[in-house]
């Protein structure tokens, strides 16, 4: 179900040898593989601008969020939906947030994602309400 909020994209790869070296997000290989499937619809609710790379957040193939690389992806949606937020963190601040040890340069997606310190983190540790937050953002 498509949310009332989000990127509709189309992914082209799953696996890291489809990403440059230098764009890969810490802990990635040409071997890893992520929990999405060649050719298939995706919602994204979120984009995360790392310092080295650009991952949005989908509702993977097991049901879960998950950040992925934004090159495995084709935009099929060029606008920034509507209710969606932004920031920017900036020169000294932008080692101030962190997701996996890399710093946050900027950030788009639904408010809690946006605007709550941690929620990145909560959500991938499956905290129930970053969960239930993220379900509302996907239209489920």
Do not use: Q
Request: hydrophobic residues 50%; neutral net charge.
């Amino acid at each position: 179900m498509r949310g009332p909020s989000a990127l509709r994209l189309r992914c082209v790869a799953a696996r890291g040898a489809f990403l440059p070296a230098g764009r890969r997000p810490r802990g990635t290989t040409g071997a890893s593989a992520y929990a999405v499937t060649h050719g298939r619809a995706y919602e994204a609710v979120g984009v995360l601008v790392l310092a080295d790379h650009l991952s949005v957040l989908v509702r993977d193939d097991w049901g879960g969020p998950a950040f992925v690389p934004a090159e495995l992806f084709a935009g099929v949606a060029t606008v920034v939906p509507p209710g969606w937020a932004f920031a920017l963190d900036s020169g000294a601040r932008a080692g101030r947030r962190a997701l996996w040890g890399e710093p946050v340069v900027a950030v788009w997606g639904y408010p809690a994602l946006v605007e709550e310190d941690g929620h990145a983190a909560a959500l991938l540790a499956g905290d129930a309400r970053a969960v239930a937050l993220f379900d509302e953002a996907c239209g489920a």
